[in-house]
């Protein structure tokens, strides 16, 4: 079974500070997961995505996260907050896809992180 | 454009006046999936649908029913909406494996309001 769980439900920074959200998953496959980002009144766009290539991976707006499969995590920073940062993000672990074409599993969210950045 | 397209964006309508929310994706996937959005709870899986003809519950199924009778499209349904259905809904198209890998592509997402 797969799941997700976001450790902090907010997390507030200043801005310049580092950011630091935290997410844990359970699988019984090595799995892929991802981190979107959701701005208040938009869609969700994807940031990063980890899928077996390199354990820690970049993404876009300067946001990197490290698959740590020791600790089961695949926590999201930033070493610098910006404002535009102020947003909901989530870890996400999509269906186990096998190289036969077939597929199972559902596309999982975390609980969300809502990320506020102080002036 | 690679796109998932949901319509409409925002609608509000009254209790059990059947209602259907579209979503389309111009990417062949295969998979296609609905979530709900509230306040506090996150994104809820509604149903999902891993190929034509073939569709699932997903956590909060109650209330809504989904076909896919062609690859493209994945309409949702509410036959008797109810107020507790007020929500922002998203519609989800995933590309699977192949060379750029696994990927959830999003729609626009559709603001319901049910009085």
């Known amino acids: 079974a797969q799941s997700v769980t976001q450790l902090d439900s907010h997390v507030s920074v200043s801005e310049g500070t580092p950011v630091l959200l935290r997410c844990n998953y359970s699988s019984s496959y090595s799995p892929s997961l991802f981190w979107y980002v959701q701005h208040p009144n938009k869609g969700l766009q994807l940031l990063l995505k980890?899928?077996?290539?390199?354990?820690l991976v970049k993404g876009i707006n300067g946001f990197e996260a490290e698959f740590k499969k020791s600790e089961t995590s695949f926590h999201l920073t930033k070493p610098s907050a910006h404002m535009s940062d102020a947003a909901e993000y989530f870890c996400v672990s999509p269906p186990i896809f096998r190289a036969g074409g077939t597929s199972y599993g559902k596309l999982t969210f975390g609980q969300g992180t809502i990320l506020t950045v102080h002036p | 454009e690679a796109q998932v397209t949901q319509n409409p964006r925002y609608l509000i309508t009254v209790t059990g006046k059947k209602l259907t929310v579209t979503c389309s994706q111009n990417m062949n996937h295969e998979y296609m999936s609905w979530y709900r959005q509230d306040p506090g709870l996150g994104l809820r899986q509604i149903y999902y649908s891993m190929n034509v003809e073939v569709t699932d519950k997903g956590d909060v199924p109650e209330g809504y029913k989904v076909s896919r009778k062609e690859k493209r499209n994945f309409p949702l349904i509410l036959e008797s909406p109810s107020p507790n259905q007020t929500s922002l809904y998203f519609c989800a198209s995933l590309r699977l494996g192949g060379q750029s890998g696994t990927e959830a592509f999003f729609g626009q997402g559709t603001r319901l309001t049910v009085v």
């Open positions: 980890y899928t077996s290539a390199a354990t």
